[in-house]
């Protein structure tokens, strides 16, 4: 009997190893112990649907394109394939200063509107927020003066400061709801992009633990000082990681962390050079050995090619740097809108307009079974 007994639990640990290594893992569960059933919901089905592909996003879709601006239905992916993306890009930046509009000019009633669209139609939202630094004297997010983070650490001479401007995140985060009055399910990125030279929170302006410290006590402070149950967490460096020593060197803790990722663009303009996807390739297949460790979702939370020159660059050179990783989503970069007195050669898009040098690629990549758009999503139910 106690041979039997061992043997099924030998089986049965068996199962449970071979179902994990293969993707179909039992459900796993945000880092916040108390958030809302439809975050909970949320997370377990975007594991799920990793199994059938990723979704597919672009930052302010729904608020202005490269020829439009707050026009009712309108979208640049729309205007190519005739349907969203599956997540949407926002901003939080504005809010800490008392303005209307974000860093991007939004208003943030629109802004509101937008995210509670996408929520009634299947989607996902996600949010940024290129905070202005706590130094004042008219410092962007783009500061980078050293000790920044350790101002706003308890017992900095900034702390008070930027717990009004969390208060003040916190404010917009709860006024974001479904019709039924909940919680709007946010994918929350902060700090992103923190392993470059160019941020007030980046590498190169403080230390891991001060960097760590400032992760942990925003966390907490969202969570258990504001009850913002609503947050999957997203831990986004660079792509400038070669190890998953490298890659873990700022992580805060799985307690504060629910999606791990990367940003990554082509800059280059050789279209022949293969350095872009190589790359991408490579820290996918970092983080995803790390993620399956730690159960947590892996995803591209950035990336783009300004103005794509390269005609085939949808499904050969970025496809290919995906390959065989089941990561959760891939967002793109904004169509920034055309101002009049915008220069051609200074116009910014990440997504093609009909007749430009990638659109046919662009529908290709659309068209693949593993790029899920909100068609694709909506009928998923993603917060049930």
Request: hydrophobic residues 35%; charged residues 25%; aromatic residues 14%.
């Amino acid at each position: 009997m106690k041979k039997q007994s061992l043997l099924n639990s030998i089986i049965s640990l068996l199962i449970i190893l071979i179902f994990k290594n293969l993707g179909f893992a039992q459900n796993i569960f945000p880092s916040d112990k108390a958030a809302t059933k439809q975050t909970i919901h949320l997370y377990q089905n975007l594991k799920k649907l990793a199994t059938n592909g990723f979704m597919f996003g672009h930052q302010d879709d729904l608020a202005y394109g490269l020829h439009w601006q707050y026009k009712d239905d309108s979208s640049d992916v729309k205007i190519i394939t005739g349907d969203y993306p599956a997540l949407f890009g926002w901003d939080l930046a504005g809010l800490e200063s008392n303005e209307n509009k974000n860093i991007d000019g939004i208003p943030f009633e629109l802004e509101k509107k937008f995210t509670q669209w996408v929520y009634e139609h299947g989607g996902v939202n996600t949010y940024t927020w290129h905070c202005l630094s706590p130094l004042g004297d008219g410092k962007t997010a783009w500061d980078t003066t050293h000790g920044t983070i350790k101002s706003i650490l308890p017992g900095g001479v900034n702390h008070r400061l930027y717990n009004q401007w969390l208060d003040k995140a916190a404010d917009f985060l709860e006024k974001l709801r479904g019709p039924n009055g909940e919680l709007i399910p946010i994918l929350f990125r902060p700090f992103h992009e923190f392993t470059g030279n160019w941020f007030w929170w980046c590498q190169n302006t403080c230390t891991a633990s001060d960097f760590i410290k400032l992760w942990r006590y925003e966390i907490h402070y969202l969570r258990d000082i504001k009850h913002l149950h609503n947050l999957l967490i997203v831990y986004n460096p660079s792509d400038n990681f070669s190890s998953a020593q490298d890659f873990m060197a700022r992580y805060p803790g799985d307690d504060v962390v629910d999606i791990l990722s990367f940003d990554s663009y082509q800059k280059n303009i050789n279209p022949t050079s293969d350095s872009f996807e190589n790359n991408l390739n490579n820290c996918l297949s970092i983080i995803e050995k790390i993620a399956r460790q730690k159960d947590k979702l892996f995803a591209i939370a950035e990336a783009g090619y300004n103005r794509i020159p390269d005609a085939s660059w949808w499904t050969e050179k970025l496809m290919k740097g995906i390959g065989k990783y089941r990561i959760s989503y891939l967002l793109i970069w904004r169509n920034a809108y055309a101002y009049p007195n915008v220069k051609e050669k200074d116009i910014q898009y990440y997504i093609p307009p009909k007749g430009d040098v990638s659109a046919k690629d662009f529908i290709k990549f659309y068209d693949l079974k593993n790029t899920l758009f909100l068609k694709d999503v909506a009928k998923e139910k993603l917060y049930k």
